[in-house]
């Protein structure tokens, strides 16, 4: 069967997608390898209606309603290569089967790739974040570290102040004597330069130097990467943002390749799930015109 759209990506984005072009009682397959960016974090902060609830939840209830519409098949796995162009699109997933589709949307996500400090990867989540408005509220206006990853960086932490007292730690990612620096201590920031040896307890920073520092919170920045062999084998462009790059997309969340829309982390530098639901919404209605209005 050759299905409308195939959605790859079954978390926030994918489903909005999906969504629309049920509604629009077309057929759409959505492809999912269930991992969720926010898989590590207790509670999801910040979607309208679902405030403070477990990523999880959200997940489930948004596949429940999704899966009452009879024009949408979900199957479980990883698309791993994909061929073809607009009008026939095949996607070859990792146990072998091959699926069809008029169109595809991409709703992908990034992986994070984190700083190598020990200690790091597994509070990552829990008391080690990137987003200030995810998670700086919980803070409750106390002791935040920022651990330095660039010049840029700072510059983007320097909000911080608004969710409580911030200490950057430059860790050698900065010359001591670099601009950015002098304008964090300007603008009230600590600034320490010692270097950081493993993270402990909550969010404790255990310094070379042997001190220890304790925070209420930390931030770091990843780097993030949205290719997945399929976006190799589409020969999707990309483009470049500040944490890694992105999916080009334009306005109507069309890739550089005509048929295939893209939405949600892995096309844009902007990462929430309020946002990835409304790229997702626009990327299944853009599909669905596109059935209508392009040739194939
Ligand atoms: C630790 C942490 C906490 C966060 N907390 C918040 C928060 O409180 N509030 C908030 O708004 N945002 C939060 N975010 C950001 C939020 O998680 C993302 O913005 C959101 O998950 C993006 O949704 P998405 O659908 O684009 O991608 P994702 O949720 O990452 O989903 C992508 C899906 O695509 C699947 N997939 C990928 N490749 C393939 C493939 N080849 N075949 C099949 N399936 C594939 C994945 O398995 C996954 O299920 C947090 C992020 C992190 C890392």
Redesign the pocket.
């Known amino acids: 069967m050759r299905h409308d759209v195939i959605v790859?990506?079954?978390?926030?984005?994918?489903?909005a997608a999906a969504l629309q072009i049920a509604r629009a009682r077309r057929n759409v397959l959505v492809?999912?390898?269930?991992?969720?960016?926010?898989r590590?974090?207790a509670?999801?902060?910040?979607?309208l209606g679902f405030d403070g609830v477990p990523?999880g939840d959200i997940a489930a209830i948004a596949r429940a309603q999704l899966m009452r519409y009879e024009t949408v098949t979900w199957v479980e796995?990883?698309?791993?290569a994909a061929e073809g162009a607009i009008g026939a699109f095949d996607l070859a997933?990792a146990d072998g089967t091959r699926h069809q589709g008029r169109r595809l949307v991409l709703?992908?996500?990034?992986r994070?790739r984190l700083p190598d400090i020990p200690g790091l990867a597994e509070r990552?989540?829990k008391s080690v974040?990137?987003?200030p408005?995810?998670?700086g509220y919980e803070i409750g206006a106390g002791r935040i570290g920022v651990i330095a990853a660039g010049p840029e960086h700072l510059h983007h932490m320097r909000m911080l102040t608004d969710w409580g007292t911030v200490t950057v730690l430059v860790n050698g990612a900065v010359p001591e004597d670099a601009p950015e620096l002098e304008a964090l201590i300007a603008a009230g920031i600590a600034v320490d330069h010692a270097s950081v040896r493993s993270i402990e307890g909550t969010a404790d920073v255990a310094l070379e130097d042997r001190r220890t520092l304790s925070f209420d919170g930390l931030f770091v920045a990843?780097t993030v990467d949205p290719e997945?062999?399929?976006t190799r084998d589409l020969g999707l462009a990309l483009t470049e943002g500040p944490m890694g790059p992105s999916i080009a997309v334009d306005e109507m969340q069309q890739t550089s390749v005509p048929g295939v829309f893209a939405?949600?982390?892995?096309a844009t530098p902007m990462?929430?799930?309020?946002?990835?639901v409304g790229k997702?919404a626009f990327a299944g209605i853009a599909a669905h015109r596109s059935l209508i209005f392009a040739a194939a």
């Open positions: 790859v990506g079954g978390s926030y984005a994918g489903m492809i999912d390898a269930g991992q969720r960016r926010n590590f974090a509670h999801a902060q910040g979607f990523p796995g990883e698309a791993v997933l709703a992908t996500g990034v994070d990552w989540g974040f990137h987003c408005y995810c998670h990843p997945t062999p399929l939405c949600g982390d892995a990462h929430s799930v309020s946002i990835a997702g």
